[in-house]
């Protein structure tokens, strides 16, 4: 069997010795390391948002099909304060060297959009099946640019099930010509490093702007699973940040694991990756959680559900396993998501939301599209996944955050009892500053009481809570006003 069919075989049979093994033991969360990408202010940032958006990955100009009055809705029906925003190396880097000012201008509007509504974002540089090279209609893959995708003639037959295209002999050799697997092209990881530090340039000074996603999902070609992470995909990683860093000291770095099999519950290999800026590192860890069940179609129900339950347990030991592995970095859940007329997927969704509240991890849902998986109706009535999104969290805590928990009407935020979060100089920092939670309506009418701490603030308008932490405090509840 071809060796990404074997992981793909692998896969299913670790999920379901450990979904059901998993299941029957319903693993303790794993504990909250209390790292975070942080606000220039010290505070403890926890992403809630969506990605936006997977229109972006064919169009022209490299653009979701998503306005700015699109965001106002989200904003007022969800409450988010985060985005992880889709942009390809095929439109930052239309020709070798050359980088496109005016696509990064178009980001750049866009990114002022969050910016103006108090939103934190992540730029993702996306790619599925490679790039929309590996076929002449251009419509399977995406992200990586033309004369980046080196086929070599080989087959790429096309699949109504969009995955298989990563077993087709034409993408694996593009792949194993990017990781310089077949050593006929070492220019392209450098190409690739070069595009983010263009980006970096760009978006250094951004204060809206904190984090890099370095490779959505990244795939191994015919070296998979440790020894492509622990090799290649840590090389890649490795010069790209001391790329960024040759212009941008203070953007975190998130690295991804190999998609196949992370996103489904199996380990990663992922390395270590230094940071050369001055102070503290800033390198997070960003999976994406898809179990395969729901991956072939199943929904949070009968048989899958215990599978799927089990698999969200082994991805959060797993995750938390690797982000100490990584040097104990913060965590963003930068990706999960599914169509929620399956049966059980708000109950699923409501699952990985609280796994991850228990864990300390912010979470990008994929994605704001419009559609089955997303917020709302191609005709722009409201789905049933706003009533799971449009929840309570704290998003930025001036503070030790550990982690935090939904339990009907409180929002309960639980904090360490270390300095609330060391600037680049060591000192604790954060401490003086306020904290804010987002609270939703339907609970919070009138906004909320502290204990624990004191109210600062309540705007009615983007029902975001102000407060202060008491000293000392290692819990602060808040229930409705
Ligand atoms: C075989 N390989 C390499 C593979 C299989 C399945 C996925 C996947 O489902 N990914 C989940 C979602 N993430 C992308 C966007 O990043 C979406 O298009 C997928 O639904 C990825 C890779």
Redesign the pocket.
């Known amino acids: 069997m071809f060796p990404?069919r074997v992981a793909?075989a692998a896969g299913l049979a670790a999920l379901v010795v450990g979904g059901g093994v998993a299941a029957a033991l319903r693993e303790p969360a794993p504990a909250a390391t209390g790292a975070f990408v942080r606000d220039d202010d010290g505070r403890a940032l926890v992403a809630g948002g969506f990605n936006t958006a997977?229109s972006s990955k064919s169009a022209p100009d490299g653009m979701p099909d998503f306005s700015e009055a699109d965001l106002d809705r989200e904003h007022a029906d969800t409450g988010t304060g985060f985005v992880r925003f889709l942009i390809s190396w095929r439109k930052v880097e239309p020709s070798p060297g050359t980088y496109d000012q005016a696509y990064l201008d178009d980001v750049a509007e866009r990114v002022d959009w969050y910016a103006e509504r108090g939103y934190h974002v992540m730029l993702d540089m996306?790619q599925?099946l490679w790039s929309g090279a590996i076929t002449p209609s251009g419509d399977a893959g995406n992200g990586a640019p033309a004369w980046a995708t080196y086929l070599d003639g080989l087959p790429v037959r096309d699949h109504d099930m969009w995955?298989l295209y990563?077993l087709e002999p034409g993408v694996i050799r593009a792949f194993d010509h990017f990781w310089n697997t077949t050593g006929e092209h070492p220019e392209l990881m450098e190409h690739y490093a070069g595009a983010w530090r263009a980006v970096a340039q760009r978006f250094a000074g951004s204060e809206a702007v904190v984090a890099y996603d370095l490779m959505?999902?990244p795939?191994g070609g015919t070296v998979q699973g440790p020894a492509f992470e622990a090799g290649p995909l840590t090389e890649l990683y490795r010069r790209t940040v001391d790329a960024i860093r040759e212009v941008d000291p203070d953007t975190w770095a998130c690295l991804e694991p190999q998609?196949?099999g992370f996103?489904w519950g199996l380990p990663s290999g992922l390395r270590p990756v230094d940071d050369p800026r001055d102070g503290e590192p800033r390198i997070a860890f960003c999976p994406?959680l898809?179990p395969l069940p729901m991956?072939l179609g199943e929904g949070f129900s009968g048989t899958s559900r215990g599978l799927v339950e089990g698999t969200v347990d082994a991805w959060a030991a797993n995750t938390a396993r690797t982000a100490r592995a990584l040097g104990d970095v913060p965590v963003i859940l930068g990706?999960f998501g599914l169509d929620t007329t399956k049966p059980g997927a708000l109950e699923y969704v409501d699952l990985v939301y609280r796994t991850a509240d228990a864990a300390g991890m912010g979470v990008v849902y994929?994605s704001s599209d419009p559609g089955p998986w997303g917020p709302y109706e191609s005709d722009g009535r409201p789905r049933n996944l706003l009533g799971v999104v449009d929840r309570p969290y704290p998003r930025a805590v001036a503070g030790d955050l550990r982690s935090w928990q939904v339990a009907d009407d409180e929002l309960v935020i639980r904090l360490g009892t270390g300095r609330p979060g060391a600037d680049d100089d060591g000192a604790g920092v954060g401490a003086g500053a306020a904290s804010e939670a987002y609270l939703p309506a339907k609970a919070f009418p009138d906004g909320g009481a502290v204990d624990g701490g004191r109210v600062v603030a309540w705007d009615p308008a983007t029902r975001v809570l102000t407060f202060t932490i008491d000293a000392g405090a290692t819990t602060v509840t808040i229930r409705p006003a």
Do not use: L, Q, V
């Open positions: 990404a793909i997977s996306h599925d995955e990563y959505n999902e795939y998609a196949m996103n994406h898809y991956d990706e994929w």
